[in-house]
C-alpha cells in the first residue's frame, strides 16, 4: 500500500465512507460522517496509518482531504501525486 | 473460594502470582523530581512500570533516573519540559512517542504554590499558578489521551489539593487553579469513558514535602492540629492511591475525587 492508499484507507475506516468519496475538495463537516467525533478517530487512524504523532495545531487546520495530505507530509511522508 | 468469586480476575491474578500491578505499563509523571511525583515514581517503578519522569531540571531528572534504575526492572527515561509551556509539552510528548509508542498512565502532578492574600495577586502569580496546576494538566491531558486511545485505553490521576475542595486565606489562586483541575477531572471522565480511559484526582491534604516543610514552627503545628489522624501525611501514602487508580484495580472508577488528608479540616 503506497502512502496515498494508506491515507484513503485511514479516511475510509474512520469515518465510514465509501472511496469514491474521499477526494482533495472533501471539507470536515460537510457529510454528516465527519464530525468531531469522527474527527479524533481519523487522527487516531492517520498517526497509525503513518506511525507519527500529530500536533494539536495539526488537528484543528486539518479541514480537508487536502490539506490532512498536506499536514502529513510534514512529518516526512511523501505522497506521489 | 467464595469470596473469591466476588473479585475481579485482575484481582485474583495480582493476589495469587507475583504480577505487578502495573508491569509494563508505560507511565508518565509530571513533576517527578521531589516530593508527592517522586513518591509516585518510586512507587510506580517498583510495581514494573516503564517510566518516563517529567521536570524542569535536567541534573535533578538524571540523578532521579539513575536511583530508579537500580531497583526498576524497566527502562527509565527522562522528560525535560515545563508543562505550562504548550510548545515544550508537544515536544516532551512526541519524544516520549519515538521512544515509547504510546502510554498507558498520565500522572498530572507538576505544579506549584505561589500564596498571597488577594490584594497582594500579581497577574504574573496567577499566570505562573494557573499555567502549572491547570493549563499543564490540560495539555498534558490532551496528548495523552490520543496516545492511550490509540492502546485501547488508560488511566489520567490528577493531583489536585485539599485547598481545591476546602478552601485557605491566602491561597485564592492556588486553590482555584487545583478546583479548576477538578472540574477538568469529571468532564474528562465523561468525554474519555467511551474510550476506556479513567479520570481521577487526589486532593492530598498536608504532606511532608518541601512545600509543607517551607512553613514557620507555629503555622506547621497549626496545619498538624488540624488533623484528624494528628500527623502530616507521608507522600508514600498519596502514591498508594495513585497506585490504585492507575491499575486494574479502579478498572470501574472514573470522574471521582479521593481525599488522602488524615480526616483534616480547614
Known amino acids: 500500500m503506497n502512502n496515498t492508499d494508506k491515507l484513503i484507507h485511514a479516511f475510509v475506516t474512520a469515518l465510514g465512507i465509501d472511496q469514491s468519496l474521499i477526494k482533495d475538495s472533501l471539507e470536515y463537516n460537510t457529510i454528516p460522517q465527519w464530525d468531531s467525533v469522527a474527527h479524533m478517530a481519523l487522527i487516531a487512524a492517520l498517526e497509525d496509518e503513518f506511525d507519527i504523532m500529530l500536533d494539536t495545531d495539526d488537528i484543528i487546520d486539518m479541514s480537508s482531504v487536502a490539506k490532512a495530505k498536506e499536514i502529513v507530509a510534514r512529518y516526512d511522508i511523501t505522497f506521489d501525486d | 473460594m467464595q469470596k473469591l468469586k466476588k473479585l475481579s480476575p485482575d484481582t485474583i491474578s495480582h493476589l495469587m502470582t507475583d504480577t505487578m500491578l502495573l508491569e509494563d505499563k508505560i507511565v508518565l509523571v509530571t513533576g517527578a523530581t521531589k516530593g508527592i511525583g ?171 514535602t518541601d512545600m509543607a516543610n517551607s512553613l514557620d514552627e507555629v503555622k506547621f503545628q497549626e496545619r498538624v492540629d488540624s488533623i484528624k489522624m494528628n500527623r502530616i501525611g507521608r507522600p508514600e501514602e498519596v502514591a498508594d492511591v495513585a497506585l490504585f487508580l492507575s491499575s486494574n484495580m479502579s478498572s470501574y472508577v472514573t470522574g471521582q475525587v479521593i481525599g488522602v488528608d488524615g480526616g483534616m479540616l480547614i
Open chain 2, 38 to 208: 517522586l513518591a509516585i515514581a518510586r512507587k510506580f517503578a517498583q510495581e514494573g512500570a516503564r517510566i518516563f519522569i517529567n521536570g524542569r531540571n535536567q541534573l535533578e531528572l538524571n540523578k532521579i533516573s539513575v536511583e530508579l534504575g537500580k531497583f526498576s526492572k524497566q527502562k527509565v527515561s527522562t522528560l525535560l519540559f515545563d508543562v505550562s509551556d504548550p510548545d515544550q509539552v508537544k515536544f516532551g510528548f512526541q519524544s516520549l512517542f519515538k521512544e515509547a509508542k504510546g502510554l498507558d498512565v498520565l500522572v498530572n502532578n507538576a505544579g506549584i504554590l505561589d500564596d498571597a492574600l488577594i490584594g497582594m495577586v500579581t497577574p504574573e502569580q496567577i499566570r505562573n499558578v494557573y499555567g502549572s496546576n491547570t493549563f499543564g494538566t490540560i495539555y498534558c491531558s490532551q496528548y495523552a489521551s490520543r496516545l492511550m486511545q490509540r492502546r485501547g485505553g488508560g488511566r489520567i490521576v490528577n493531583i489536585s489539593s485539599i485547598i481545591a475542595t476546602h478552601g485557605n486565606k491566602g491561597q485564592v489562586v492556588y486553590g482555584g487553579s487545583k478546583a479548576a483541575v477538578l472540574g477538568m477531572t469529571k468532564s474528562l471522565a465523561k468525554e474519555l469513558a467511551p474510550s476506556n480511559i479513567c479520570v481521577n484526582a487526589i486532593a492530598p491534604g498536608f504532606i511532608d
